[in-house]
């Protein structure tokens, strides 16, 4: 992670593994990431996201959609205190499939 990209989104298993902070910067670069995956269930793991911005929340809404009309599921996993509250505060929370 740099200067130029504070979003490090690396490639797991199950999905992506995300550090950072996701941004009007750094938003199409997850949504591009997530859209490579052909992953029946997705996992997202947010351990490391420190900040997400309205644009990452719409990028998380709108792949969840995606996933949903084509019969997948995208799971965020472990998400940071940060990213819990924010979905919280949203009130998307119990819209988005979180574990952990």
Do not use: W
Not at 25 to 51: N, Y
């Amino acid at each position: 992670m740099t200067a130029d990209a504070p979003l490090d989104i690396t490639t797991t298993d199950d999905g992506l593994a995300l550090v950072g902070d996701i941004d009007a910067h750094t938003a199409p670069l997850l949504a591009e990431a997530i859209a490579s995956c052909d992953h029946t269930l997705l996992l997202v793991d947010m351990p490391g996201i420190e900040f997400v911005d309205s644009s990452g929340l719409r990028v998380l809404i709108e792949a969840h959609q995606t996933a949903q009309a084509d019969g997948r599921k995208i799971q965020i996993s472990n998400p940071s205190t940060a990213v819990t509250r924010l979905l919280e505060i949203s009130g998307i929370d119990d819209y988005l499939n979180i574990a952990g």
